[in-house]
């Protein structure tokens, strides 16, 4: 076996068990015990530009501020859900910490999922790279 490819491969696998670890984090444990409730869009502003021409453009970024009440306290911020077809007054699901309820967060969605995706393909490409025969 080649020092160099086992070297290379612990290091990518260390890299891809991070991923794999992270994607676990957002999709499972992010927001474990907080409490789903609705809260109303009150403004969407625009945080950067996109940017470059035809299809190498990036697109603007937004981020949607919204309001919650808990207890008869309503809580206002900015969300960390954003889709391009949000408008205000607009309602969205939002979690939130019973224990301090100004502490809130959104569905992973698709992002913990694609996160693990490219940790699980990755530990097997970093396997690979470790016994492939020279």
Request: hydrophobic content about 40%.
């Amino acid at each position: 076996m080649n020092p160099s490819k086992i070297f290379a491969g612990i290091f990518c696998l260390i890299i891809s068990l991070a991923f794999l670890g992270i994607g676990i984090w957002v999709q499972f444990y992010r927001n474990a015990g907080y409490v789903e409730t609705t809260a109303t869009i009150t403004s969407i502003q625009k945080v950067a530009e996109g940017s470059g021409t035809g299809k190498h453009r990036t697109h603007d970024a937004y981020v949607a501020y919204v309001e919650y009440e808990v207890d008869g306290t309503t809580y206002s911020g900015p969300s960390d859900i954003w889709e391009s077809g949000m408008r205000t007054g607009d309602y969205v699901t939002i979690y939130y910490n019973p224990d301090n309820p100004v502490e809130m967060g959104g569905d992973a969605g698709w992002l913990g999922w694609f996160t693990m995706g490219i940790g699980a393909v990755s530990v097997l490409a970093s396997f690979a790279i470790m016994f492939k025969k020279d």
